[in-house]
């Protein structure tokens, strides 16, 4: 019989069977999990999404707990702009494989892509994330947080243009199981809210537990529109928090119309109150978010069916990587996708806007939290799966160096 030694889901290759399913490719790989597009005689496409850990080894069930907890807070929700959940099995054994999600596909661009390849309007960004906000509210309302809003945890359905939130991995519920948080708790550090980052960076009672609230999905969403308004993220990024913090206490965010003349001028308001350094000042739920940005679109005009950033012609366009390179690493290839951002054409970094130029790391997933033996005889798959991912890393900042070099 196969067991979890002999095999692990970052080696699957193309039409191996996983259950009823058959690989087709990686689509991604984060710091928890790889997500494989499979399809199947009776169900057409999915996404597995694998746990990168088995659940009996010591110290590294808080992978597989986490994929649980996954499960269980997808297994509340339904919502036609939520990922559906199809099932969930161990693989390759029942009892102790890795944990599978198995995920309705949704095929279509990252929010990030589409922001930066399909040169949407304000009027598209504002129908998106009008949509989002009310998303965010239904799911709010069955007391879910998804606690890790970022622009590729929301993708935007081919078939429709609707946006659908994935990744519940950092999601929470009551009445899912808590997972030890002796530090800052799964999620995005840099689209953390201020007042998470006061919580984790001041003095507080030893295993006491940040209580998120709904207002710190809707401060990440406000970080995720101002990169798409403006093409930049607002803070330095991947700064640890307190710097983070310092940064955001200490700095006066331009109205996003001052970084992007495109951006009609009612959206500024909506973007820094979302943006608000006190939940107090942000909008308190999804839904009056969505009437705010309904209100806006009353008022839009010509201007708004104008691209946020003007498409630019071959051969200076900003395109995608060939598929045939991308080696699966998802954080690395959005981190290269926004290292070449500056090409475009009145982001914050175009010499000819007048701002002075700023290099814009976006944030990666957290890393994996596991133990490195530094005796071990064999690079274990986590080591290779590291190395293989700062190679991708270096080859972006040589991209980056060689541009300016230019
Ligand atoms: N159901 C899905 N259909 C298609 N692509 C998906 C699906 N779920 C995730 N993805 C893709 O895989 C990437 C990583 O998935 P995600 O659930 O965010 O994993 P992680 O927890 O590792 O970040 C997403 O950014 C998206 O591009
Ligand atoms: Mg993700």
Redesign the pocket.
Known sequence: MTSTQDVHPLLLRRSEEVGAFRIVRRLAT?GYGAIFLAESETRGPVALKFALQGPSRENEAHVDERTWKEAAVLMRLEHPNVVEMLGYRRWPDARDGYMVLILGYVEGPTLSEWALRSHPTPRRVAQVFAQVALTLDAIHREGVLHR?IKG??IIIRASDGQPVL??FGSGDHACTPVLTEDSLPPGTPSYRSPEALRFWTGPRVSGSRYAFQPTDDLYSLGLVLYEVLTGAFPYPAQLPPSALLASIESSQLRPPSGLNPRVPAVLDPICLRLLHKHAEGRYPSGAELYGALSAAMETADVSWDEPLFPPRAPPDAVTEEAEELFDGDEDARELRRWMRAPERPGSPWDTDSGVPGRLLTPPT?PGPRFPMEPGAARPSLWEVWLRRRLRSLRRGLAALRSRRGR
């Open positions: 984060g890790d590729s945890n994935v990744d997933e």
